[in-house]
């Protein structure tokens, strides 16, 4: 079956970037996500990127896709107190489109 | 415009007995989907609706169950509850089946005793 997995926890100081893994097993997988969940809140689309792709940017964020190793990143520039969180990879396969597998999410401390 | 409603927020219930949770996705969505977070497993899909049709489930046992109405609004029963169904279950809603966005709710948070 699918199977997403991610580092599970990052810290970096308020300015530098952050770059966040995620890689996976399905060849078939079609889009790749990243969530961001704050505590005690649901999941917060940040972008996704369509298997075809390799990379997107939108203002802060950068997502880098190497299909081929199967391996997805996001880069967060300027990274801020606020966006200490939870972010989960994930990506939807041949299970279909609104199936969506998670990582185990990666917990981003940001120091100020 | 509202977003995605689940309801209850927190829920306490017993070993055994059973529970229904409710989702209200955005105006204008079709498609429900359902995921329960755990500490252990993560994030792990359930099941997913879409005019009213299932059409796609996660390996869960049949103690799971979900349907959704004419007006999208969907709700999922889990029957004879055990202690390791305590999680956090999200819904997620997008506007047709092949959307690339869905927009999560807040959860609801089940807690068995």
């Known amino acids: 079956g699918e199977d997403v997995e991610q580092s599970l926890f990052l810290s970096v100081r308020e300015g530098d970037s952050s770059v966040i893994n995620c890689t996976y097993t399905?060849?078939?997988?079609?889009?790749l996500y990243w969530y961001k969940q704050e505590p005690g809140a649901g999941l917060q689309l940040l972008t996704y990127?369509?298997?075809?792709?390799d990379m997107k940017q939108d203002q802060r964020l950068t997502v880098l896709l190497n299909k081929k190793d199967k391996h997805l990143s996001l880069r967060i520039a300027d990274t801020q107190t606020g966006d200490s969180a939870i972010y989960f990879c994930?990506?939807?396969?041949?299970?279909?489109?609104?199936?969506?597998?998670f990582g185990t999410g990666t917990k981003l401390q940001v120091i100020p | 415009k509202a977003g995605v409603t689940q309801t209850p927020r927190y829920l306490i219930k017993t070993r055994g007995q059973q529970v229904t949770l409710s989702c209200s996705p955005i105006?204008?969505?079709?498609?429900v989907s359902w995921y329960q977070q755990t500490p252990g497993q993560g994030l792990q899909f359930l099941f997913e609706?879409?005019?009213?049709?299932?059409?796609n489930k996660g390996n869960f046992p049949g103690r799971f169950s979900g349907r959704q109405f004419s007006n999208s609004r969907s709700e999922m029963n889990v029957s004879t509850l055990e202690l390791g169904d305590s999680a956090l279950y999200l819904c997620?809603?997008?506007?047709?089946?092949?959307?690339?966005?869905?927009?999560f709710g807040q959860g609801t948070r089940l807690t068995v005793v």
């Open positions: 997620a809603s997008s506007l047709v089946l092949e959307n690339t966005e869905a927009f």
């Open positions: 399905d060849s078939s997988s079609t889009y």
């Open positions: 990127i369509f298997s075809n792709m």
């Open positions: 994930a990506e939807t396969g041949s299970g279909g489109y609104q199936k969506v597998t």
């Open positions: 105006s204008g969505h079709r498609s």
């Open positions: 609706y879409f005019s009213e049709t299932q059409r």
